[in-house]
């Protein structure tokens, strides 16, 4: 059982270059999640599902674009990266019953844009 | 914006010795979890528990919530090198699901 998988876990961009993060989870999740971590910034919600073909936005949405067209993946996409955008990157799941919301988390992605 | 807000931002202690961290937050909520990251990790659930219960217990894991108070701790007893992590309370509030992070506590276990 592999959980909630991320690719890449590393990655260089330059300036105005454009990326797309994979998230992939195998728990017939209906919720996703991409959060960002930055230093003594705590996570931060970028964007989420609630299922297939849905998004919507979080708290820090500006600057990433989302897609959600199979169940089991949530893409992350930054479109021309800003230095502002290096952070490390996670994704999660949930399952949407009634037992609570825990989520599990990917092992992340650092992005770095210089 | 942050609900929860843990304390101690950092602790240091000894291993054996046990480690309280503290959680507060700002609206009513249906449930508090707590996490644990390890250094260059994903989060990893540790407990969960409801708006309507009062303590919670899982192995050398004890949590507290008081809802009056709006706060939440957790207590690690007999603690190890391998507990070294932080630790964060999220919240959940709504109906979407979506759950709302502290800035979490460091904790330093020392052999």
């Known amino acids: 059982n592999a959980g909630v998988t991320q690719t890449p876990k590393f990655r260089v961009l330059k300036t105005g270059q454009s990326m797309t993060l994979l998230c992939a989870q195998d728990?017939?999740?209906?919720?996703m999640y991409w959060y960002r971590q930055d230093p003594g910034m705590g996570l931060r919600l970028i964007h989420y599902?609630?299922?297939?073909?849905?998004?919507a936005k979080g708290e820090v949405p500006d600057g990433y674009n989302v897609s959600r067209l199979k169940k089991q993946n949530f893409l992350l996409g930054l479109e021309s990266a800003a230095p502002s955008q290096t952070s490390v990157y996670f994704c999660?799941?949930?399952?949407?019953?009634?037992?609570?919301?825990?989520?599990?988390f990917g092992q992340g992605t650092r992005l770095t844009v210089v | 914006s942050q609900q929860g807000e843990e304390d101690p931002q950092a602790l240091s202690i000894q291993e054996g010795e046990n480690a309280t961290m503290n959680c507060s937050y700002k609206?009513?909520?249906?449930?508090l979890q707590w996490y644990r990251q390890n250094s260059g990790r994903g989060l990893v659930h540790l407990i969960l528990?409801?708006?309507n219960e009062r303590e919670k217990h899982s192995g050398r894991l004890r949590v507290t919530l008081d809802t009056s108070k709006k706060s939440s701790s957790l207590l690690i007893t007999a603690s190890r090198a391998a507990d070294t992590a932080s630790y964060f309370c999220?919240?959940?509030?709504?109906?979407?699901?979506?759950?709302?992070w502290g800035l979490g506590t460091s904790l330093a276990v020392n052999p």
């Open positions: 999660a799941s949930s399952y949407s019953g009634t037992g609570g919301t825990e989520a599990f």
């Open positions: 728990m017939n999740h209906e919720y």
């Open positions: 999220a919240t959940d509030a709504g109906n979407n699901r979506k759950l709302i």
């Open positions: 528990i409801r708006s």
């Open positions: 599902s609630v299922g297939e073909g849905t998004t």
């Open positions: 609206t009513s909520i249906n449930n």
